[in-house]
């Protein structure tokens, strides 16, 4: 018993109960609480005894066999029983009275229905004058109460009679029997309390029948001492959950306020309890002593801490964001680990609601990113993103905060991985060096590339985390201009990782590299701005997920346009496709590939013929290029403020066809630019056909447009190649740049 | 936090009552007592769990309220429950309460308790506890029934516990040994 193992003594304990001796049952019983549950099936073998032994002319056994039924009786053990309890509960002595009672609270737990058994005689039991039949009836009253509404009705009746008992207790003399520490029977007077709190809730008759009554209580109870503590405690639980009237609610509120100023750890723990509960509906009252809630938060006691922790986050509103944030912070930072999450995740939810700023709030999500990283959930990296992406006058200082972060420590993976995302992103504003809202470092590409490399190397950074590292190291290459050879090499590199998510990406990336180099400016450019499906929700898997599915087939999404390329690189296709090594094609392009490769060319241009958009005439058109027999002539449309289209048309004078036919072009930095399909590369002999580009422009800056084009082919066997360089644009010129 | 489903079986947390009101309902699930050395000394439970689940939440709890420090709070969060503790000398009184129930109340019935074991025992230790260990349940269940207080005057328990003591037979009479 005294933690052993004892099931040999199960058997016993039947015999021994079955015994005459006082001293074997005692014992007998002892040993049936201790080893037998309602689980084993030898507790069904004391049931008979049990039965005789209720009925025993000797109060002890009685109340022996009351005991063992309480504790561990089952369900069919306190079905056979229940009458026998309710024949108890009406004629026997108090001291079997009052176990009967507790008896009948076991059975309504375990049996709801014999609930209505007790009623009748729980309602007499109340007018006993002995402390424990009234505790136990109470204890009964409570229990049918809260279990049946209609019983809770008709006990509605009993709340005069309840608070004479009370009354009686509060302002009666000195009764030393009962007497804690000044307050006369404590436990009965919380177990009323805690009856009229149920029959009082949601009546208003019956809380105002009470009102005087807490009033008494709560300014008469001495309150040095933890026991009349306790029942103050009881009251205020009791006087906020009642209809009472505002007096008494700004009195109970107040004895809080007190509570949380007492020495006591207990008291303020339980102090914070309870304000949490009120804090929805009595805001304003709760707030006024958010000062000491706030400096519990640095109390030594894990409990408290946490129950500081709950009530500061319910207590944060607009107009304190900024100190409570202040305090939750430095919190944060020091708060024992169980906590972290909830914490993290609570500022992450204030700060959605009552951020002040834009920039602010990126801040407090990179401050709680970097002491508790660890313990943020998933969706935060995608929410954060998404905020920055919003915040666009704030990339170059959110980029700059993220290197440095990043330079300081690598093992907190949100914030790495959202570091990296930004490099990817904004790292020609790293590398330019010039930021308004903070201090610029001096940062070179290799530096820039040194920190993507290390998260890629380290052992602490997760799978997804290098994921985002290798991404982002492959955007950079159209945003830096130096080193793209080094990123050529460390992307080839993990070409051949055991990662199958990296190898997938490096090889892809390679595969932009090699063949696609003319698309990579295009695939790499700028993401959008990301849209918020539901405005302040941190939950925003909406946002989350967008957001996880454009980041990694961002390259699969060009793959559709691959197979409209002129015919030989379609062969190439297949050469891609028969190689199998590159994962790249969606089901539609394989599909398409092949079909317009069996058919050479000319359903192909059937094909994309219909797919293509035939530029209108009227746009004037200037030829720009006209050597060996190729012409190249050229033709603009503004369709916005900084968008232009332009349509490069390429024809053929010689004899002979003209195959490979590709244009490539370069922009100014700033201007960015976008290459449709072209219609083929096939150029007929004698001008039979025409080859069309489009290329859309987009100059947000308004500098100066020029355009250098590259024009390859094969005639005859052999390979040409020409460059020419565009100034002036016709129909720009006349709408001004 | 998993694994607690054994925990509220039997002895029932909320209910959701017809109306769908969420009903509290108020329960001590056990008690136990243990030395500063993780022994355990009284183990009094309420609600029917296995042997081997009394086993597990006893190391765990054990374990944290050991950890505690001696000027912290007397009241835990421990999976869904409440633990209400206090040291006395060196044995810890443990109680898990559920949600709702009023803590400071419950300190004072430990506290009843070891008032009780005091005048029975006679400034009591934890000698006399591990040596009449049979004796100290009988006080328990003199003023705990079903996890409820059954009385609520020191005298009372004490008399009825003076009663039934004497009501044992002395030794001779069921060992057979003849009293010279």
């Not at chain 1, 002593?289 to 706030?294: A, E």
């Amino acid at each position: 018993m005294l933690g052993y193992p004892a099931h040999f003594g199960q058997m016993e304990c039947v015999r021994m109960i079955a015994s005459p001796r006082y001293s074997e049952k005692r014992v007998g019983y002892l040993g049936a609480m201790m080893l037998l549950d309602e689980k084993q099936d030898a507790s069904l073998l004391i049931t008979n005894s049990i039965k005789n032994d209720l009925s025993h002319s000797n109060q002890y056994v009685q109340s022996l066999a009351l005991c063992t039924l309480a504790c561990m009786g089952s369900a069919e053990m306190c079905r056979d029983l229940a009458p026998e309890i309710d024949r108890l509960l009406r004629a026997s002595n108090s001291y079997i009275k009052k176990k009967a009672a507790l008896c009948a609270v076991h059975i309504v737990r375990k049996v709801q229905d014999l609930g209505e058994l007790f009623a009748p005689a729980a309602r007499s039991l109340l007018s006993e004058k002995n402390h424990g039949v009234l505790h136990g009836a109470v204890v009964l009253i409570t229990e049918l109460c809260e279990r049946n509404p209609e019983t809770l009705e008709r006990f509605r009746k009993t709340v005069p009679d309840l608070v004479q008992i009370m009354k009686g207790l509060v302002i009666s003399g000195y009764s030393p029997e009962h007497d804690v520490a000044g307050i006369s029977d404590p436990f009965l007077q919380v177990r009323i309390l805690r009856l009229l709190r149920i029959l009082g809730r949601n009546n208003e008759a019956a809380s105002d029948a009470m009102n005087d009554l807490l009033a008494q209580v709560a300014t008469n109870t001495d309150s040095t001492k933890t026991v009349g503590n306790a029942v103050l405690y009881e009251t205020v639980l009791t006087v906020l959950d009642i209809k009472s009237e505002s007096g008494l609610r700004v009195l109970a509120v107040n004895i809080l306020g007190r509570f949380l100023l007492n020495n006591d750890r207990n008291i303020r723990y339980i102090a914070m309890t309870s304000l949490q509960r009120i804090v929805g509906t009595d805001h304003n009252a709760v707030q006024r002593h958010r000062g000491t809630i706030v400096d519990c938060l640095k109390d030594q006691d894990a409990s408290v801490k946490r129950r500081a922790l709950e009530l500061s986050l319910a207590l944060v509103s607009a107009s304190n964001i900024r100190s409570m944030m202040k305090e939750l912070l430095l919190f944060l930072s020091s708060c024992p680990p169980e906590l972290r999450a909830q914490a993290a995740s609570g500022i992450f939810y204030a700060a959605e609601r009552y951020a002040p700023s834009q920039r602010w709030h990126i801040d407090t999500i990179l401050h709680v990113l970097t002491t508790a990283g660890g313990d943020v959930r998933d969706e935060t990296v995608p929410n954060l993103i998404q905020l920055i992406t919003n915040a666009s006058e704030l990339h170059c200082y959110t980029v700059h905060k993220l290197y440095r972060a990043l330079l300081n420590d690598i093992s907190q993976q949100s914030l790495v991985q959202v570091a990296c995302w930004c490099i990817g992103e904004y790292g020609d504003l790293l590398l330019r060096g010039e930021c308004h809202e903070t201090e610029p470092a001096q940062v070179t590409e290799d530096d820039v590339l040194d920190a993507l490399e290390t998260v890629l190397q380290s052992h602490m950074s997760s799978p997804a985390t290098r994921g985002f590292a290798l991404t982002s190291t492959m955007k950079l290459s159209t945003r830096i201009t130096d080193n793209v050879d080094r990123i050529r090499s460390i992307v080839s590199i993990y070409g051949s990782c055991i990662d199958v998510e990296l190898q997938q990406r490096a090889v892809e990336y390679n595969a932009l590299f090699k063949k696609y180099d003319h698309m990579r400016a295009a695939v790499l450019e700028r993401m959008p701005v990301i849209e918020k499906n539901s405005p302040g929700h941190t939950n925003g898997e909406s946002a989350g997920e967008p957001m996880k599915e454009i980041q990694p087939p961002k390259v699969k999404q060009r793959e559709p346009l691959l197979p409209q390329q002129p015919a030989n690189q379609v062969c190439d296709l297949l050469g891609l496709l028969g190689g199998s090594e590159e994962p790249l094609q969606p089901s539609p392009a394989p599909g398409l590939s092949l079909n317009t490769a069996s058919t050479a060319g000319g359903d192909l241009l059937d094909l994309l013929g219909g797919l293509e958009p035939t530029p209108p005439a009227p746009a004037p058109t200037v030829t720009v290029y006209e050597k060996d027999g190729v012409t190249l002539t050229l033709s603009c449309e503004k369709q916005s403020d900084s968008v232009l289209t332009v349509t490069l048309t390429a024809s053929n004078s010689t004899d002979s066809d003209m195959s490979s036919f590709t244009l490539q072009a370069a922009v100014p930095k700033s201007v960015q630019l976008h290459m449709k399909a072209p219609s083929g590369d096939f150029l007929p002999a004698r001008g039979a056909a025409k080859v069309t580009q489009l290329v859309v422009l987009n100059n947000p800056n308004k500098v100066n447009l020029k355009m250098r084009i590259r024009v390859s082919y094969t005639s005859q066997g052999s390979a040409f190649q020409d460059t020419v360089q565009i100034d002036s644009f016709p129909g720009l010129s006349a709408a001004g740049h | 936090m998993g694994g607690t489903s054994g925990l509220v079986k039997g002895g029932g947390r909320w209910l959701i009552s017809p109306e769908g009101n969420a009903v509290l309902i108020f329960k001590m699930q056990f008690m136990l007592l243990f030395s500063r050395q993780g022994k355990l000394r009284l183990q009094k439970w309420y609600v029917p769990l296995s042997d081997k689940e009394k086993k597990k939440i006893t190391r765990e709890l054990v374990q944290t309220v050991l950890a505690r420090k001696p000027k912290m709070c007397s009241f835990l969060e421990w999976r869904d429950l409440k633990i209400v503790y206090k040291r006395y000398a060196s044995l810890y009184f443990c109680c898990a309460i559920e949600d709702q129930d009023n803590e400071l109340i419950t300190l004072e019935i430990i506290h009843r308790y070891v008032e009780l074991l005091d005048k029975y025992f006679g400034s009591v230790c934890e000698l006399d506890i591990i040596f009449n260990f049979e004796k100290a349940y009988f006080i328990l269940d003199e003023f705990l029934l079903g996890g409820e207080a059954q009385e609520t005057s020191k005298k009372n328990v004490l008399k009825a516990i003076e009663q039934a003591d004497l009501l044992q037979e002395p030794r001779h009479e069921y060992f057979n040994v003849p009293v010279y």
